[in-house]
C-alpha cells in the first residue's frame, strides 16, 4: 500500500533526525540499566529484520531526494500480555518543533471503516458458539511501497550489545518495509487490506468475516456450521492472505480440544473487545477490572474522573451504579473544587461508599448468550428522564424451546441533565426517546 499524503503538507515534512537522536540517546540511558528490556528491545527488531519488517538503509541511501523523516521510538512493557511483552512505539506525532508539522499531520487519517463496537458485542451474544482470534501483527502483514518507507525511518545501535558506546559512533539507520503502527493512517491501511482480501475471496464465509472483523480481531459465531471446520477454513482464509490466525478462543469445548496448542489461548478469561469473558466455566461477560477504582490515595477530582472513566462499559449494563458516580463528579464541578484539591469530610466519605459500588461491580457476571434469536423474539425499549438525568434501555424476549421466555439487557446509555441551562422535563424525555 501507499500513505495518503497530504499534498500540500508533504513537502514541508521536516526530517526530525535529531528528534530521533535525541530520544535514542535517552532510550539509551534506560537500557543500560535494565539489561533485560535492552535483550527484548534486540530480539524484536532482530525477529522483524529477518522477518522483512524492517530494513537498513544502504549507506548510498541515506541522502536521497525522496522525502525523509526519523521516527522517535521508546519501548512500552505490558506483564499482561499473554503474546508480547515489550513493544516498541513509534512517535508518529513527534514534532521538531511547534511550527514543524509531525508525519501524522502529513498524512490523512482514511475514512473509518470498523464496524461498530456495540454491534460486535451484540452479535457475539446471540451466536451460541463464539469462535474469537487474534491476527499475528496484524499491521506488520501490510507491505509499503518502496517509494514511501523513507518517512518511517528510525536509528538503532550498530552494536546493540552495549549501549554505553559514544552513540555518535554507534548509530544505524533502519526503516519500515511494512506498515507502521501508530501511524494515523495505519488503522484504515489494515482494514481496507482485510477487506480487499475478504472481497477477493468471493465467498459466503469471507463476505461473513467482514463484520466481524475489529482492528486485528475476529469475533464471529457458529450456529449450525460445524466450529472444528469453521477454525480450519478461518485459518485457511487469512493464510491466503499471507497473515496468521492465533489465539484462538470458544465456549465449544469440541473446538478447543481441536485446536493447536499454539493456536489456542492460554487462559479460559479472555479481554474481548474492551470487556473480559469467562469462556469454559460459566460463558459470562464482565467489566475489565480496573488499578484506578481500588487503590486511589487521597481523593480529589481528578482522580474521581480517572476512575469513573476507567469503567469501560460500552453497552450500558452497569449505568445504574455508574450514574450516581457521575452525578458525584458533577456535585464537585459544581462545588467548585480544583482539580487536586483533597475531598472534604463528607465528600470524601460519599466517595467512599460509591467507590465500594464500583469495586463490586468487577465482580459481577452477565450472561453472554442471550438465547435463539431465529426464534420468536420480542424487542422492549424503555425510556425516561428525571431532572437529573435521561436513560433508555432496550432488552430482548425470547422463546425458549420449552416455551418459556428469557429476558436479557441489551443495550442501555444514560446522559447526564445539565446543571446551567437546563432543559425542562418533557425536553429530557424527548432526549432521552
Request: glycine share 4%; net charge neutral.
Amino acid at each position: 500500500v501507499a500513505l495518503p499524503w497530504i499534498e500540500e503538507k508533504q513537502k514541508h515534512l521536516p526530517s526530525n533526525y535529531d528528534v530521533g537522536y535525541d530520544r535514542l540517546r535517552s532510550l539509551a540511558k534506560r537500557l543500560r540499566s535494565d539489561p533485560e528490556l535492552l535483550d527484548g528491545y534486540r530480539d524484536i527488531l532482530k525477529a522483524q529484520q529477518e522477518r522483512q519488517i524492517i530494513e537498513n538503509v544502504p549507506v548510498n541511501e541515506i541522502e536521497t531526494t525522496n522525502s525523509v523523516h526519523y521516527l522517535p521510538q521508546h519501548p512500552v512493557v505490558k506483564e499482561s500480555s499473554s503474546t508480547t511483552k515489550v513493544r516498541i512505539v513509534y512517535d508518529a506525532a513527534a514534532k521538531k518543533n511547534r511550527l514543524s508539522f509531525s508525519l501524522n499531520e502529513c498524512l490523512l487519517r482514511g475514512p473509518v471503516i470498523l464496524p461498530d463496537l456495540c454491534q460486535l458485542v451484540m452479535r457475539m451474544r446471540v451466536h451460541e458458539t463464539v469462535v474469537i482470534s487474534d491476527i499475528e501483527k496484524a499491521f506488520l502483514q501490510v507491505g509499503l511501497q518502496p517509494e514511501h518507507r523513507d518517512v518511517t525511518r528510525f536509528l538503532w545501535f550498530k552494536n546493540d550489545t552495549d549501549p554505553a558506546i559514544p552513540l555518535k559512533d554507534n548509530i544505524e539507520v533502519y526503516r519500515f518495509a511494512r506498515v507502521n503502527f501508530g501511524v494515523i493512517s495505519s488503522p484504515f491501511l489494515l482494514e481496507a487490506t482485510l477487506d480487499h482480501h475478504l472481497t477477493q475471496e468471493n465467498s459466503s464465509f469471507a463476505e461473513s468475516l467482514r463484520n466481524d472483523i475489529y482492528v486485528d480481531n475476529v469475533i464471529s459465531g457458529v450456529d449450525e456450521q460445524d466450529p472444528v471446520k469453521y477454525y480450519k477454513d478461518l485459518k485457511a482464509l487469512f493464510q491466503r492472505a499471507g497473515m496468521k490466525s492465533q489465539e484462538f478462543c470458544s465456549n465449544s469445548t469440541r473446538l478447543m480440544d481441536a485446536i493447536a496448542d499454539c493456536d489456542r489461548v492460554k487462559q479460559t478469561d479472555v479481554k474481548v473487545l474492551g470487556l473480559k469473558w469467562d469462556s469454559q466455566t460459566d460463558d459470562t461477560l464482565r467489566l475489565t477490572p480496573s488499578g484506578k477504582v481500588g487503590s486511589m490515595g487521597t481523593p480529589t477530582k481528578r482522580r474521581v474522573l480517572q476512575a469513573i472513566a476507567s469503567m469501560f462499559d460500552p453497552m450500558g449494563f452497569y449505568q445504574p451504579v455508574l450514574l450516581p458516580a457521575k452525578w458525584f463528579l458533577q456535585k464537585l464541578w459544581n462545588h467548585g473544587y480544583s482539580w487536586d484539591k483533597p475531598l472534604d469530610g463528607a465528600l470524601r466519605d460519599e466517595w467512599s461508599t460509591l467507590q465500594t459500588c464500583l469495586c463490586q461491580l468487577f465482580a459481577h457476571r452477565i450472561p453472554r448468550y442471550i438465547g435463539n434469536v431465529r426464534a420468536e423474539t420480542t424487542l422492549a425499549v424503555f425510556s425516561d428522564a428525571s431532572g437529573r438525568a435521561y436513560a433508555t434501555a432496550v432488552y430482548l424476549r425470547c422463546r425458549q424451546p420449552d416455551g418459556t421466555w428469557s429476558s436479557n439487557l441489551i443495550f442501555s446509555k444514560t446522559r447526564l441533565a445539565a446543571t446551567k441551562n437546563s432543559a425542562n422535563l418533557p425536553r429530557l424525555e424527548l432526549l432521552g426517546a
